[in-house]
Structure formats: C-alpha cells, structure tokens
C-alpha cells in the first residue's frame, strides 16, 4: 500500500488540479476524504472538468453551490478498494458515498456501473453519461484512484430521465395517469419503459383509457423495492409489479424480455433505481404474454389495438434539446426492436441465464446527455 495521502496524490498531480481545488471548497470533504480507508475515488482530469464547465450542469460550481457540489464529488467516492485487474465484461454496480435523500433514493448510496469494453475500463453514470479510465490505479493510503475523463453524471428522477431521453409516451403517461411524484419518491425502484414505438403500436386504445386504466397499466411496469440492474435478472424468475400480478424475465440467445416485451437499453440510473427501456407496452390483464424471439418486433399485448402516427400522450411535454451539446434524443425514444439500432449490440459473454449489456453505448450515451440535465434541482 502506498504511504502517500489522498492530498499528497491529487497536489502532485498535475492534471487533478481543478479536482483538488473543488474538495478544498466544500466544508469537511478534503478532511473526511483524508480520513477514509477501503475507497475508491473516479477522480475527473481537468480536461474533463474544462467539459463541464461548458454545460448547464457547471452551474453549481459556478454559483458555489456547496450541497451540490458534495453531491457531485461524493458520486465520485465508491465505496470499496476497485484495482482495474477486477473489472471484467460483465457490468457490475458499485455503491458510491452519495447517500443525500435529495440526490438519491436507493437503500446503500447511488450506484455507477462499471465494465470493461476492450482494453477500456467505462464508467456509466446518470443519463448513461460515461467515463474512460485514462490512468488506472493510483493508490494512496486509503485506497486507490483512477483518473476518468469525463465527471459523472448524478442519476435524474424517473421523470426528468425521461423527457431527458425523449420517452415522451412514458413522460406523457405519466403526467395523464398524475403518477410523477408517486413514481418519482418511491424507493428502491425498477421501471421497464417502453420506448415511444411501443406507445404508438397501440396508439387506437390510448385516448378511450380513464386515468384510473391508464395509472394500472403504467403500475404494471414498476417493480417497488427491487432495484434490478441486468446483472440480476436470470432466465424464467419473476418479479412483482407494482400493479398486482407478475413479471416473467425471460432469456433467449443473449436477448432479454419481459413478458412478451424486450428489453433495448438497459441499466439506465435513476435517482431511485433502475430503468430497462422496452419494446412494447406490457397489459397487466394479459400476465401470460410471452415473447417471440425470433420476431424482428414483438406483437403488442393488447387485442385490437392498431397503430398511429403520432402519441397523443405528449401534451405539456417539454422537448429534449442539445443543451450540452452532445446530440439529441429521439433516435433511442423511436427506436424499433434491435438491440443495434437502440446504441449497440448484446454482449454475448454473459453467464448463462444473467442478462447481458449493451456495448458500444457511446452513441446513447450522447443521446441522453442532449438534454443537459446534470443535478436534480
């Protein structure tokens, strides 16, 4: 273990400058930092910082603001010693120090999610923002450092990812149904979020729907008290809904489904969890709709239904823009059934029955940081 402190290790490195001198302006950080032992800190270059502060997200240092600053830096403390030598393909969640009940509701700390893509060690933070690792393995006393070349983003309410991704069938449903804030302060919390093709599939049925119906169907998609990140969902297991009644994970040749709906991106963090974007809008009266993994579309689960042009479900909600300068949403909103056209391909490296990753996420990454939406306000 090296003798150098963490103080020592971020004044003599050059490129954390800018690092050092935020620690050193929130109130008790560079002194708990000092402190801690069994830590790993994901420790943005001043490149990285000099990004940021070209985005609205930099409004918090700019304006001193010290809670979201700890915040922020805190999302970059895991809790837990992580050489680069145990980073694998496989995605793994770790917990940060970021435990603020403004920032984040997930019992243990808000999570990053780390894997290795090549011979690149990715971090994947809010919005599916991520950060390379450019210099791995920088121990002091209390741990070990990496340095990132981006800073992370903290994970948005449920609702603001949304209209951060342009879902807005599941950001209009959700102000219809008056389901926002209920969905927004529950704890512990996966979604499975049809993406807006799936609303549009069964665009007939939409405006006959009571809010009642509608807040049922939603309900349907929100497993309370479970924070499943694919890591966890295994082949034939179900999981409760919110709604009453069941959810079936099932996997097929690397391609993961829930009921007859697959899963196009998942792993996108929230404040409160967990959201896994879908194919299809799942029926809670049709529990038994099974998946037809050879369909290059999956059929939708509600009889009758036939498609529309455009959601009558958008109404008051706010279009994503290129804010941060990073690309827009719609594409992974209106995506169709492929895993590839929804930012890259399944991996396929993945234990039997565990649910794979999607790689080459940079382009979705882009999509959903367009919004510019850094820190809850």
């Known amino acids: 273990m090296s003798s150098k402190s963490l103080n020592d290790l971020l004044g003599s490195t050059d490129s954390l400058s800018t690092l050092a001198t935020a620690v050193q302006g929130v109130p008790g950080l560079a002194q708990m930092l000092g402190s801690a032992s069994n830590v790993t800190i994901l420790a943005p270059s001043n490149e990285a910082f000099e990004k940021f502060m070209r985005t609205p997200g930099a409004a918090a240092l700019a304006s001193n603001d010290t809670s979201a600053i700890q ?74 450092v990496h340095i990132i070349d981006n800073v992370l983003t903290i994970p948005q309410k449920i609702s603001s990812t949304a209209e951060a991704a342009g879902l807005t069938g599941v950001a209009g449903a959700l102000t219809q149904a008056k389901l926002v804030d209920t969905v927004d302060s529950l704890k512990d919390v996966t979604v499975f979020a049809p993406n807006n093709s799936a609303f549009q599939a069964i665009g007939s049925a939409l405006p006959n729907l009571t809010a009642t119906q509608l807040a049922g169907i939603l309900q349907y998609h929100v497993v309370n008290g479970t924070v499943a990140y694919s890591s966890t969902l295994e082949n034939g297991t179900t999981v409760p809904a919110l709604a009453g009644g069941d959810l ?91 895993s590839s056209s929804a930012g890259g391909a399944m991996q396929t490296g ?21 919004a510019g939406v850094w820190l809850n306000a």
Do not use: C, W
């Open 71 to 144: 915040a922020l830096l805190t999302y970059h403390i895991l809790n837990g010693t992580f050489p680069s030598s145990v980073v694998t393909e496989m995605p793994a969640f770790l917990p940060t120090m970021l435990k603020n009940s403004a920032y984040s509701n997930v019992t243990g700390g808000q999570v990053v999610e780390v894997l290795k893509q090549g011979d690149k060690v990715l971090f994947y933070s809010g919005l599916l923002s991520n950060a390379s690792v450019t210099t791995a393995d920088q121990n002091f006393t209390g741990g070990v």
């Open 248 to 338: 079936k994970i099932t996997i097929v040749d690397g391609d993961v489904f829930v009921n007859s709906a697959k899963v196009l991106i998942p792993d996108v963090l929230v404040a409160n969890g967990v959201v896994h974007v879908i194919d299809n809008v799942l029926n809670p009266n049709k529990t038994d709709a099974a998946p037809q993994p050879t369909a290059e579309v999956q059929a939708p689960a509600f009889e009758g239904a036939t498609s529309v042009t455009s959601l009558g479900l958008t109404s008051g909600v706010p279009t994503p823009t290129n804010a941060a300068g990073f690309g827009t949403a719609p594409t992974m909103a209106q995506g169709g059934g492929s």
């Open 350 to 370: 993945a234990p039997a029955g565990a649910a794979p990753r999607v790689e080459g996420m940079m382009g979705v990454a882009a999509l959903f940081a367009g």
